[in-house]
């Protein structure tokens, strides 16, 4: 009964559809029937690329994502088709060297795509198998491949104009939407970033193991601001605003996260910090207040400074306040003294980075603010995936040609472009195998609906209306699973192809020895894809994950490396997040759980160990610090440079982890002789940072411990 009962609920996309999803399919229906009205009229050869044309871009999605779709699906296009009269000129009676062309440019769209972002990557993956449509659909006549060109451009031109046409109609107010909901996103994610150093501030770890969650809905929302732009256009610079605001709010998570380390370590051995953290906890309260309430932010501002120099106060005091006094002289009071001095800095420059936040926030939310701001976080590329992608398409492909020019096979093209679209498309997913094994599955559905179709309905069809009748429940059954986040790689290629096997022509409809042929052709390609993707570098998320932490580790190598380029630390903080996001998706379904913790605190630590090793070579750097500090800093850094995990568990014994605390226990009697102010208020940031790095280093070494 449960099973059953389960079974009813995981079909409610199909007869309790969401208010979002009917629209989405009622008007891709309609974009449907009037781009296929419009290529019958016109008496086009083959109406029904104008109308797969139509599911290529069809989103149940903001109207950002949409027209950005459609922009990218155009220029990939057109690219295509300029690529595919090149080729065809190059090579007019030379099969191997013609065929050799397309599979290295196939490959070569599929690497581009796996080093971009968003829609971009789908535009070159267009390029990839519009070339490919073009030049197969045309090699029995080369003579006709300018003819084909056009004719397929127009169709997805076509296509994708009337669905954007469409879906305007849909959209009112859009400036004034897009702008309240990225203002919404915006919202949210400063709240959870404000609750989230609340509860750390309580010395609760399980909001530190959880920030990883905020941290990917970040990285989520920041990936969307491209789309709110579009949608925003004219409207100044607040989308570079908004990706300041979720740089911010990952800065707040991170030092929140190194404080609630110092919090942990130094709580019972302090003087009198714990007086600033109920004050912190009723600022934040009010703040949670304000920002819920939608009110002006500028009193908020005036308050939350008064806390940081507050903060700063208590630094100075503890400088100056007991000097020339004998307790100041004691080891006791002095150690406590110092580590007053870090709490306090560490939360100072929490509300530091939540003051950005807040002004950049409020910044966004203006909209007669017209000014020049930029931000931007430069992009990481996973180089390895790329070639292993360009790699996997290069050789299904060439395997496809020769069993091609080996059988003679009347629809071997058709075969190799549907090949080709399918070793393109897979190049934007993660795990390629199984968005191959979905493509394959809706390539099946689609066959056997198309059938039915071809060979019961379709002899009764006499006039248009009668088949926009009918083709509301093929099409509108795809529509829907196309909402379905877990059904839609399956869904949108049902669709595709679905409108490709019926056929529309105004002569008549496809007779059965077409639809058998076209049927075999999609689905021994559907077949070639799946074993090319099993046999060439198949999927396993172990060995993702293994790569992923092994990426982390060389980064903190990299960045240790004196000799190497330091990045911004919003920039590592950005491509850690990113890497934590994908490992996230990788034990998303994993049982687990002290794995899945095991890698939410390893993420977290190598971001913030990374943070502070920028810190440490910035003060090695510059010039406030002596020699001889330096010479200890260089020391660390070169001993993490090396770090690999051993034996870091055991704490004081691991080589980087002893190293890093003898420096702290040099650097904390350094702290209490040194006369120069300037220096010894670097000391103690050292020491900050130094605690933070030998910390992370010895509670996360089995996750940085990646065997070879």
């Known amino acids: 009964m449960i099973l059953s009962k389960a079974t009813f609920q995981s079909f409610s996309w199909l007869y309790a559809p969401q208010k979002t999803a009917i629209i989405f399919a009622f008007r891709t229906l309609i974009a449907s029937y009037v781009v296929l009205v419009i290529a019958l009229w016109m008496e086009m050869d083959s109406p029904r690329w104008a109308i797969m044309a139509v599911w290529i871009v069809a989103q149940n999605a903001s109207r950002g994502e949409v027209l950005s779709k459609a922009y990218w699906v155009i220029v990939g296009n057109i690219t295509g088709i300029v690529v595919s009269l090149i080729i065809v000129a190059s090579f007019p009676q030379q099969p191997f060297l013609f065929d050799l062309a397309v599979a290295l440019w196939v490959a070569f769209c599929c690497w581009v795509s796996s ?3 968003n829609f971009r990557a789908l535009g070159m993956v267009m390029a990839g198998y519009s070339c490919a449509i073009v030049l197969f659909s045309s090699v029995s006549d080369p003579n006709q ?30 400036h004034n939407q897009a702008h309240k909901k990225l203002n919404d996103d915006l919202l949210l994610a400063v709240e959870e970033g404000v609750k989230s150093v609340s509860k750390m501030l309580d010395g609760n770890d399980w909001a530190v193991a959880q920030s990883d969650k905020l941290l990917s809905s970040i990285m989520a929302l920041n990936n969307n601001i491209e789309f709110r732009e579009r949608e925003m256009k004219g409207s100044g610079h607040r989308g570079d605003h908004a990706r300041a605001v979720l740089a911010s709010v990952s800065g707040v998570l991170v030092k929140a996260t190194g404080f609630s380390i110092h919090l942990k370590q130094m709580q019972k051995d302090v003087l009198n910090f714990h007086y600033i953290v109920p004050l912190t906890q009723t600022y934040l309260g009010k703040l949670l207040e304000h920002l819920k309430a939608g009110t002006p932010l500028d009193e908020t501002l005036k308050a939350l400074n008064a806390l940081r120099w507050e903060c700063r106060q208590r630094i100075a005091d503890s400088f100056y306040k007991n000097l020339g006094k004998p307790q100041a002289t004691n080891e006791d009071y002095a150690r406590k003294t110092l580590n007053d001095r870090i709490l306090y800095q560490s939360l100072r420059e929490i509300l530091a980075e939540l003051e950005v936040t807040l002004r950049e926030l409020s910044q966004s939310r203006d909209l007669s603010l017209h000014d020049n701001f930029k931000f931007d976080i430069k992009p990481t590329f996973d180089f390895r995936r790329a070639w292993r992608n360009a790699i ?5 492909i ?21 090949l080709c679209m399918g070793c393109a498309r897979f190049c934007i997913f993660e795990n390629a195998t199984l968005a191959c094994w979905g493509w394959f599955k809706g390539a099946c559905i689609a066959i056997v609906v198309g059938g039915f179709y071809n060979f019961l309905i379709m002899p009764a069809v006499s006039n248009l209306t009668f088949l926009f009748s009918l083709l509301i429940i093929p099409l509108g059954i795809g529509a829907l699973a196309m909402c379905v986040p877990r059904l839609a790689p399956v869904a949108s290629t049902y669709a595709f192809f679905f409108c490709y096997m019926l056929g529309f022509a105004n002569e008549g409809r496809v007779d059965e020895i077409s639809f058998f042929n076209n049927a075999s052709a999609l689905f021994l390609s559907g077949v070639c894809a799946l074993v090319s993707y099993r046999v060439f570098f198949p999927y396993r998320a172990r060995r993702i994950r293994r790569q992923m932490r092994l990426k982390l580790l060389k980064g903190l190598h990299h960045l240790a490396n004196p000799t190497a380029s330091l990045p911004l630390a919003r920039e590592w903080v950005g491509a850690v997040t990113e890497a934590l996001v994908i490992l996230m998706r990788q034990l998303n379904e994993d049982r687990n759980t002290t794995l899945i913790k095991s890698y939410r605190h390893g993420s977290m630590a190598v971001m913030l160990i990374g943070i502070n090793i920028i810190r440490l070579r910035h003060m090695v750097d510059h010039d406030i610090m002596t020699e001889d500090i330096k010479d200890i800093l260089r020391v660390v850094l070169r001993r993490i440079a090396a770090f690999e995990g051993r034996k870091a568990k055991y704490a004081r014994y691991a080589r980087t982890v002893m190293i890093a605390h003898r420096a702290i226990a040099r650097f904390r009697q350094r702290e209490a002789t040194e ?3 300037a220096v010894r208020i670097e000391v103690s940031a050292a020491i900050s940072s130094l605690i933070l ?13 990646v065997k070879k």
């Open 115 to 117: 080093c971009t972002r």
């Open 145 to 174: 491949t300018f003819m084909m060109a056009m004719s397929r451009g127009s169709y997805f031109i076509i296509g994708i104009l009337a669905e954007n046409f469409t879906a305007r109609l849909f959209d009112l107010n859009l």
């Open 392 to 396: 996997r398409a290069f050789f299904a």
């Open 398 to 418: 060439s395997v496809g040609c020769v069993a091609w020019e080996i059988t003679g096979w009347d629809h071997g093209p058709l075969f190799l472009a549907f």
């Open 675 to 677: 006369k120069n102010l």
């Open 693 to 705: 790095i030998s910390y992370a280093l010895d509670k996360n070494a089995s996750f940085l411990r």
